[in-house]
C-alpha cells in the first residue's frame, strides 16, 4: 500500500491555500496526501494583541505538537510566523518560490492623510514590528489593535472609525482579496521570511524530507535564513520590531534590515552587498553591527517590557 502523506494545516482560508498548494506539488511527483486540519491558539484568542500574547509560535505550536505526536507528517507555515529555533526533532524540509514581502496598507477612503507626516489618524494592526515602523514614519497617529483570520481583519476596515488597516501583500494575494482601494508601503521592511512558505517534518522521516526537497528553492531558502539569522542573532522571537529583506540579484545578495523601538522614537538600520557564494553568514554580521550601533538598548527594553 502506498504510503499518504499527511498534511498538517490551520483552518484559515490562507493557510489551507498554503498546504493545499504544497498538496498540489507533492501530487506533481505522485504522492498521495491528505489534508488534517489542527487549530492553534493564535486562532482561538483573537482579542489578545499578539505581542501581548508570548506569540513566540503562537501559530505553529498545535501543529509541532500533532508532527511530534505522528498525527501528521509535515506541516505548513507562514514563514515568518515560524519561531526562528524549531521544535526539537523538527527539521526544515522545504521552503516554497518567495511570493511579494510586502507590506499593504489597506484605506478606508481618503489617503491624502499620509501626506501629513504630523497630522491625526487611527490606523490597525496586531504587529509590533508594522506598529513600530509607522510610528516611526507617523508619530501623531494612533495604532488600533487587529486581530483574526484575512477575511475578518478587511470586514473590520469596512466598519471601523479607522483611516486604513496593514496587512501582508501575500496573504491577500493568494486568496485572491486584495482590494483595490490599497497602496504598497514601499518604504516599511517586511518582516523576515515575509512572504515565504516553511514545510517542516519529524527530523528522522526521510520519506518526507525526500519527497518535499523537489520544490525547495534555494535562492528562497538563503534570502529567508539570513533574514532570520539577523533575527535570532538580535533578539529571537518573531514578535518583535525587527525587519530584515534579502534578495537576489544576478550573483549578489542585497541585504537591509532595522530594529524600531516599539514607540517608534529610535531606529537602528544596515545595509550590505555580498557576493551569493559568501552570503551565508549576512545576516549574523549585520545584526552585530547593529547591535554596536546601539540596538542592544532597544533589545533590552524590549526584553525588559517582557518580564
Not at 504522492?31 to 501581548?52: A, C, H, R, W
Not at 525526500?210 to 542573532?233: M, P, Q, S, W, Y
Not at 523601538?261 to 559568501?278: R, W
Request: net charge neutral; glycine share 6%; proline share 3%.
Amino acid at each position: 500500500m502506498k504510503k499518504s502523506i499527511r498534511i498538517g494545516t490551520r483552518e484559515s482560508q490562507l493557510a489551507v491555500w498554503q498546504a493545499t498548494a504544497v498538496q498540489q506539488l507533492l501530487a506533481g511527483r505522485g504522492f498521495e496526501t491528505e489534508l488534517v486540519y489542527i487549530k492553534s491558539e493564535g486562532d482561538i484568542d483573537l482579542q489578545t494583541p499578539l505581542y501581548e500574547m508570548g506569540v513566540q509560535g503562537v501559530f505553529t505550536r498545535s501543529l509541532d505538537t500533532a508532527l511530534l505526536n505522528n498525527k501528521i507528517d509535515i506541516a505548513v507555515h507562514s514563514m515568518k510566523d515560524v519561531p526562528v529555533q524549531l521544535a526539537k526533532g523538527i527539521v526544515q524540509a522545504a521552503v516554497l518560490k518567495r511570493a511579494s514581502y510586502k507590506d499593504l496598507l489597506v484605506c478606508k477612503t481618503d489617503t491624502s492623510f499620509l501626506d501629513n507626516k504630523n497630522g491625526k489618524a487611527v490606523i490597525a494592526t496586531s504587529s509590533i514590528r508594522r506598529k513600530a515602523q509607522w510610528l516611526n514614519r507617523y508619530p501623531h497617529h494612533t495604532i488600533e489593535n487587529l486581530r483574526g483570520n484575512v477575511n475578518t481583519r478587511l470586514q473590520k476596515v469596512n466598519s471601523s472609525n479607522w483611516q486604513g488597516a496593514i496587512f501582508a501583500a501575500a496573504g491577500l494575494e493568494r486568496i485572491q482579496l486584495r482590494p483595490a482601494n490599497c497602496i504598497e508601503l514601499d518604504w516599511m521592511l517586511p518582516a523576515p521570511a515575509q512572504g515565504a512558505i516553511m514545510v517542516v517534518c519529524r527530523e528522522n522521516d526521510a520519506f518526507c524530507t525526500g519527497a518535499c526537497i523537489h520544490f525547495n528553492d534555494e535562492t528562497t531558502a538563503l534570502c529567508v535564513k539570513i533574514e532570520r539569522d539577523f533575527l535570532k542573532t538580535l533578539l529571537g522571537g518573531c514578535s518583535t520590531p525587527i525587519s530584515a529583506l534579502a534578495e537576489a540579484a544576478n550573483d549578489t545578495i542585497i541585504f537591509k534590515g532595522n530594529i524600531v523601538s516599539p514607540d517608534g522614537t529610535k531606529k537602528i538600520e544596515t545595509t550590505a552587498t555580498v557576493l551569493m557564494d559568501n552570503a551565508a553568514g549576512t545576516g549574523v554580521q549585520c545584526a552585530i553591527e547593529i547591535l554596536e550601533k546601539g540596538a542592544q538598548e532597544i533589545t533590552d527594553g524590549i526584553r525588559n517590557a517582557a518580564k
